[in-house]
């Protein structure tokens, strides 16, 4: 069974949705859209207070090549464009639109040609005006990813359908109700970055998804390959999918593109191919509602700005026992302080978790165990960048290559001293980060 090296296996507990089908909710009320939803530069408005917008208008955009425009879920009318809260509880630039009495929910028009006829050039606008991006958490821009430069020659394309995160099915669920549009858009990737090889990726508890997605590449326009992967944490990880798939190691600092790969989720695949036969850009995705808190979780398609409250609500609501909220996976996804907070491109999954879901604990001492070298993926040394990170030692961060750690939190998972690891890690990574803007 092809995997990559260390890592960790984890209990799935995704037994509460990954049978249900995906359910559409209804248009929100009011939709909350935060100008920065891309790993990138953040868009600007292109409306003002007391505008009428329409479905899918193009509401900010940008000048810069990372970054992706934002356009409107709903139709109504724009009541505010302020800093406000986000999932990670940081007051950022926001448009809120109210929606019009009449809402209905609009279906795109278009005369779009298929991907077949369309250039590397055609493709990519398409994929940059629908403000399309990587929908399985990092949110990097679609359109860049399609767009290596000359010199770095893609042969492969992987379609990532691990989703190895605890709770979450929405990449599960995709697989089996949209193989077609997932195939799609794999092709129209492949198109864009001239490779010839496409290559889907599943881990092998997802027995249906594999069966389902093999039976639809037999009979897909453009030939694709169906691997089962061990289940195992990360494996849905960039470089630890190009490992086990193709045996080939990015190197450090570097991108898969520098291996001849470029790596999409299912989720952005199925996004591009709505984008390119229907011209609709990303005002919706999938997300999945679940964890002891919540009395109905489901998998919802929903748009964005849609505040958690309104999900959770569709839900049936709370447990009496609802302890704690997260935007994404336990591994990964952040806490959040407050229900008001809007789902956004990044949104997998709405995790509440219950009382005995949760657990608090004070921090020990490293006992030096070597634990959290042995379960790093990416094959760092976590107890030495925590020790040079809690003296403010970045210059040692640096040279321990804080910058290649992928967040994972396998390190923190598994220390017997409950130290907070990747928190410290991506302390280090901002102060870096800080440190160079200044420079500069």
Excluded at 268 to 278: K, S
Excluded at 329 to 337: I, K, R
Aim: charged content about 25%.
């Amino acid at each position: 069974m092809k995997t990559f090296s260390k890592g960790i296996h984890l209990g799935h507990k995704k037994e509460a949705t990954e049978s249900l089908p995906i359910l559409k909710a209804p248009l929100p009320k009011r939709a909350i859209l935060p100008l920065q939803q891309s790993l990138g530069a953040p868009a600007e408005a292109l409306v003002k207070l007391g505008d009428v917008v329409q479905e899918y208008q193009k509401i900010a955009d940008s000048t810069k090549f990372i970054s992706v425009p934002l356009h409107a879920p709903i139709a109504g009318k724009v009541t505010r464009i302020d800093k406000l809260p986000n999932a990670a509880g940081l007051a950022v630039p926001s448009i809120v639109i109210e929606a019009a009495e009449d809402q209905q929910g609009a279906t795109p028009a278009s005369d779009r040609r298929p991907w077949k006829e369309l250039c590397r050039e055609e493709i990519r606008a398409a994929v940059r005006e629908a403000g399309i991006v990587g929908l399985g958490g990092a949110t990097f821009p679609a359109h860049v990813k399609l767009s290596p430069p000359q010199e770095k020659k893609i042969d492969t394309v992987i379609i990532n359908g691990c989703e190895c995160e605890p709770y979450l099915t929405v990449d599960h669920r995709l697989m089996l109700e949209r193989p077609r549009d997932i195939l799609s858009g794999a092709g129209a990737i492949a198109r864009a970055v001239g490779a010839q090889r496409v290559i889907i990726g599943i881990e092998n508890n997802k027995p249906d998804a594999l069966q389902a997605m093999t039976a639809e590449a037999l009979k897909a326009d453009q030939p694709a390959e169906v691997l089962s992967l061990e289940t195992k944490y990360p494996q849905g990880g960039e470089k630890m999918l190009i490992k086990a798939i193709l045996g080939r190691e990015v190197p450090s600092g570097g991108l898969p593109m520098d291996v001849g790969v470029v790596v999409h989720n299912v989720g952005t695949a199925v996004a591009i191919t709505e984008a390119l036969e229907t011209g609709k850009p990303l005002v919706e995705r999938v997300v999945t509602v679940t964890g002891g808190g919540v009395r109905e979780p489901k998998n919802l398609l929903v748009r964005i700005g849609t505040p958690f409250a309104d999900l959770i609500e569709q839900c049936g609501g709370l447990t009496e026992d609802a302890a704690k909220v997260i935007m994404g996976g336990p591994m990964t996804g952040t806490a959040v302080s407050t229900l008001e907070v809007p789902v956004v491109k990044a949104t997998s999954s709405i995790l509440v978790l219950g009382k005995k879901e949760v657990a608090s604990f004070a921090e020990g001492n490293c006992i030096r165990c070597g634990r959290c070298i042995r379960a790093c993926p990416v094959g760092l040394m976590p107890n030495y960048l925590a020790d040079f990170s809690k003296i403010k030692n970045w210059e040692r961060v640096e040279e321990y290559h804080v910058a290649d750690c992928i967040e994972c939190g396998c390190c923190t998972y598994v220390c017997p001293a409950r130290i907070f690891l990747v928190q410290r890690f991506k302390v280090a990574k901002r102060e870096l980060q800080l440190r160079k803007a200044v420079c500069k």
